[in-house]
């Protein structure tokens, strides 16, 4: 290995990651069990799914702030269709499956038929979304889901939580498409410099509104797995999700600027900030503690992969 | 395929919502009404069967020294600090228990599970919480239950299996004859009267309305009920709300019952701006902070609400005469220290009892 490719961002992540995982194990004897790495992976889930998408949405150099909005929103349309509706439970989810990727492809559209920034675009949304979510709630939530549901959210599949199943499909779907496909390298294209992309005929509305769509796919999947976990749904849920999912790409080493970053950098990032939370609040930390340091590894997580990473472009 | 998706939304946004129940006063619900004595003698509490769930071979705890955490909705918050500090007292009291408040930064449903999972795996004796969704938070607490903790609410309820105990800190009937008291005590027993609360379909200011229109026919025939405005929860048209109340009615309305803790203080402010303190009672449910300067300049004379100092000590005691097995399902009061004995309601609530009134002498002792 070459001394370049020891000091990628992800190598120092990964060195942390285990550092971390050390740490924490020498302060709780309950944080390395199975038992309870299952449930943080249980608990990771629905922040990964959108986390993972987040990482092409941000290195086409874009951004989405909706996420979470388009989560509560799906979410409380699977509770109406369901049960204002009567439609049978699985259809309900398929069309909120639909509506979520409908939402995100909405944010596409405005994105790159309309050119606003996304920053703007989604921070719009953000608040459509989450509007319609209320008004269609009317605050009230919806319960009583059937038994078989919960399996989604709260039961075990061949020995691993159920949820852990379709994350761990959609995360090496997701890296390998980013990493060896034509679109993957599109997605890298349009964020380092999306003039020379399209000049070079590239499809780059295109492959934005598909990433954009697959965000607010991946969010609505989220609000199912979210929903069967806690068995209720609520016009609030996901709030403040997008920051979260967004810590754990830029933490991956994901640009904010575009261009770069990588599926397992995201994985890793959303590693180390569950384990934080979880073994700091074992080891006895309380959770106002936690939030501050997480903000801290955060910064010196990218303070010290920019100072090796000193002569590279950025 | 994309258009129809778009105009189902619509149709959903459009069609929900309009069918809004009537009571004797707007802005009440439907439900039956049950109101109290009017000269307080406590209601014959309807025996009903234990329905909150049990812990699965949890250890001998009586006597013995426990840990509890305490997981309010959110902390740092007045409000919860308050609870808080009724547990340590509690606690302080009774030697053999020792709490930490842990809980999320913000009410969040999600955050709130995840702080309790994490103690279910750190392994704790007991927990006392408060929801921030009773049926979301119902699995984590149902799983604590199978870890053998024991498991208490206070001010917000869980699913009642998912949960020993919940510390209920005031019944509807009883803040509705609180309230209806205090303003037939402040006007005189007669007059007229009109209500400013958040919507007419929010559930507790609906379930108030109806409590108190039964409970002022019963016991105060001779107040007349105006009329009942929304105000969203918004301060701006709380006041606005108020002062057409006051301009419309003139001398007629000799008092205001706000229903929330926005309403209330919005409505003595505009009182006071009217320069009616003293001509127009304001009485109504709301947080002490937002009240102190209205009491302090006697526009206002009575806010009603519950102590939560009080509550937290309540559920403390609870909790651990759950853990020494003296409070068992079926009982019908439980011994709470210096509050006495409280008595056991629906099934698996605690009453903590009659709701406080905050007045000029008491407010200052309260920071939430």
Request: hydrophobic share 50%; aromatic share 8%; proline share 4%.
């Amino acid at each position: 290995m070459t001394a370049r490719g020891f000091l990628r961002h992800e190598t120092i992540l990964a060195l942390l990651v285990l550092v971390a995982l050390f740490v924490l194990d020498r302060q709780s004897d309950r944080f390395l069990t199975v038992d309870n790495l299952f449930n943080q992976g249980r608990l990771m889930t629905e922040v990964g799914l959108i986390a993972i998408v987040m990482t092409f949405v941000i290195v086409t150099g874009g951004i989405d702030l909706s996420v979470g909005s388009i989560l509560g929103m799906t979410a409380i349309l699977i509770g109406v269709f369901w049960k204002n509706m009567g439609l049978p439970l699985p259809a309900a989810i398929g069309m909120g499956l639909v509506v979520g990727a409908f939402a995100g492809f909405v944010n596409g559209v405005i994105i790159t038929r309309f050119k606003v920034p996304p920053l703007i675009a989604t921070l719009g949304t953000l608040a459509l979304y989450r509007g319609i979510a209320e008004g269609v709630s009317e605050a009230r939530s919806v319960r009583g889901y059937p038994e078989w549901f919960f399996v989604l959210g709260q039961g075990e599949l061949w020995g691993a939580p159920t949820q852990l199943w379709i994350f761990a499909a959609v995360a090496i779907v997701a890296a390998v498409v980013l990493a060896y496909t034509t679109f993957g390298r599109t997605t890298y294209a349009v964020g380092s410099n999306e003039v020379a992309a399209r000049f070079s005929g590239l499809g780059v509305d295109g492959a934005k509104i598909a990433i954009y769509s697959a965000s607010g796919l991946a969010a609505a999947i989220a609000a199912a797995i979210f929903v069967s976990r806690v068995s209720t749904t609520r016009s609030d849920m996901g709030t403040g999700i997008e920051l979260d999912a967004i810590t754990a790409v830029v933490l991956g080493g994901t640009s904010i600027f575009g261009g770069r970053g990588t599926i397992i950098g995201t994985l890793l990032g959303l590693v180390l900030i569950q384990s934080l939370k979880n073994g700091l609040s074992l080891a006895g930390v309380k959770s106002d503690g936690t939030v501050v340091l997480i903000g801290a590894v955060l910064i010196l997580t990218i303070l010290i992969s920019n100072l090796v990473h000193r002569d590279a472009t950025r | 395929m994309l258009r129809p998706s778009l105009a189902a939304m619509a149709v959903l946004c459009l069609s929900t919502g309009l069918a809004t129940a009537q009571s004797a006063w707007t802005g009440g619900d439907d439900l039956p009404t049950n109101p109290l004595a009017c000269d307080g003698t406590p209601a014959t509490p309807v025996s009903v069967d234990y329905d909150g769930g049990e812990p699965t071979n949890p250890p001998d705890r009586a006597g013995k020294a426990i840990t509890v955490v305490d997981v309010p909705k959110l902390i740092g918050d007045g409000y919860f600090d308050a609870t808080s500090k009724g547990i340590a007292e509690a606690t302080a009291e009774l030697g053999n228990m020792t709490a930490t408040t842990d809980g999320p930064v913000e009410a969040n449903i999600d955050d709130q599970i995840t702080v309790i999972d994490n103690y279910i795996t750190k392994g704790v004796d007991g927990i006392l919480f408060a929801a921030n969704d009773s049926v979301a938070i119902a699995p984590v607490l149902k799983k604590a239950l199978e870890a053998g903790i024991n498991v208490v609410g206070y001010d917000a309820n869980a699913e009642p299996d998912a949960r020993q105990w919940f510390v209920n800190q005031a019944e509807f009937n009883g803040v509705a004859k609180s309230l209806v008291d205090a303003l037939a005590a402040e006007i005189g027993g007669e007059g007229a009267f009109a209500i400013v609360t958040s919507t007419f379909t929010t559930p507790n200011q609906a379930r108030w309305i109806s409590e108190m229109a039964a409970y002022a026919s019963a016991c105060h025939p001779n107040l007349t009920w105006l009329e009942t405005v929304e105000a969203q929860e918004d301060n701006i048209l709380s006041f606005n709300q108020a002062n057409t109340l006051i301009n419309k009615y003139g001398d007629e309305l000799k008092g205001i019952l706000g229903m929330t803790s926005i309403a209330t203080p919005a409505a003595a402010d505009a009182v006071t701006q009217a320069g009616q303190c003293g001509g127009i009672a304001v009485v109504g449910l709301a947080t002490p902070n937002a009240m102190k300067p209205y009491v302090e300049s006697d526009c206002v004379k009575s806010v009603v609400l519950w102590n939560p100092v009080d509550l937290g000590y309540a559920a403390a005691q609870v909790l651990r005469a759950t853990a020494d097995g003296t409070l068992k399902p079926g009982d019908t009061s439980v011994q709470a220290g210096k509050l006495g004995e409280l008595q056991v309601i629906n099934g698996s609530e605690i009453l903590l009892g009659a709701p406080f009134v905050f007045t000029k002498d008491n407010i200052a002792d309260f920071d939430f």
